[in-house]
């Protein structure tokens, strides 16, 4: 367990550290001079100087990439082109809401998932297998946006249940209504997805002779299914959790645009509209790291639960 640990932190770290080069490569791809291209569409001549001057774009790259990689490695992102605020304090303050939004999600989706999973395969061939299969496949294939979109038409503005948006709410815990229709969005894809996996484990796991085995023994159905049947069941969904993360990485900067929350979504939109690169490049770093942790997390669980992967990696 720890040598193969200790190799995927290895690679994580080589990963992160990927994301932050190309993160950076965005300022050398920008045609032209970058900060005539930052500075807008009527740049002034004092702007791009000042740009110039805090991007350090005077320096040879590879001095500017060594010096901006130390810095990061300390916490410090830069400052906003626009605020001139740190891009440190701007991520902690769009993270909490985007942190509050994925956590709940990841809480709520496993026990909901693996749920509707185990109760499709356990009646599987009749017709609540039949109905969870319709609905998973269903609703898996409408966009995020178009789901948000109805939902906001039909429970906030027609039948006036819910908020329609964060706007004016001073913290999402303060108003839990406002999370309401955010969570539904972004449960439904990684619901559907997670639970078609674990169904399919379930089923493969009770057709096993060991489950045969157990079964023989005399051990009540219940203690089949949940100790003996499930954690090989959800050994193949923990790659799919693992992308769910990644997902809602960008899932959230649909919701959080379309509720109008201010997390690193709406931080990231509004960076982008900017122009405003020190902010979207770290960003960028935040995602990057936070799916390469997420990826990591879940390889180390998915050995845990069958540690016979280690001859196939």
């Known amino acids: 367990m720890l040598p193969y640990a200790a190799k995927r932190i290895g690679l994580g770290a080589v990963q992160v550290l990927a994301v932050a080069v190309l993160a950076f490569a965005l300022v050398e791809l920008l045609p032209g001079d970058a900060a005539v291209a930052l500075a807008g569409d009527q740049p002034d001549p004092a702007n791009i100087a000042r740009i110039r001057e805090q991007m350090h774009l005077d320096e040879p790259a590879l001095a500017r990439l060594g010096d901006w990689l130390a810095a990061i490695a300390t916490g410090d992102f830069g400052a906003s082109l626009v605020s001139g605020r740190p891009v440190a304090h701007l991520l902690a303050t769009a993270l909490e809401p985007t942190l509050i939004l994925a956590g709940l999600t990841l809480i709520l989706v496993l026990p909901l998932a ?25 609703l898996y294939s409408v966009p995020e946006f178009a789901l948000a979109v109805l939902l906001v038409s039909v429970f906030a503005i027609g039948l006036a249940w819910l908020p329609p ?16 229709l955010p969570l539904l969005v972004l449960l439904a894809r990684p619901i559907c997805s997670i639970a078609r996996l674990v169904r399919a484990g379930m089923i493969e796991a009770l057709d096993s002779e060991y489950v045969a085995h157990v079964r023989r023994a005399g051990v009540s159905e219940r203690r089949v299914v949940f100790a003996h049947a499930l954690p090989n069941a959800i050994t193949p969904a923990t790659a799919q959790i693992a992308r769910t993360a990644d997902w809602l990485l960008g899932g959230v900067i649909v919701v959080e645009s379309v509720f109008v929350i201010p997390g690193l979504g709406t931080a990231l939109v509004d960076a982008v509209n900017a122009r405003d690169l020190p902010v979207v490049q770290g ?31």
């Open 114 to 138: 693996i749920g509707l999973g185990i109760a499709a395969a356990r009646r599987r061939g009749r017709w609540p297998d039949r109905l969870i299969t319709t609905f998973t496949v269903g």
């Open 283 to 313: 960003i960028a770093v935040v995602f990057g790291a936070t799916t390469v942790l997420v990826n990591l997390a879940a390889d180390l669980v998915a050995f845990r639960l069958a540690p016979r992967l280690e001859v196939a990696r």
């Open 165 to 180: 948006t964060a706007v004016g709410v001073p913290s999402l815990l303060a108003e839990p209504a406002v999370l309401v």
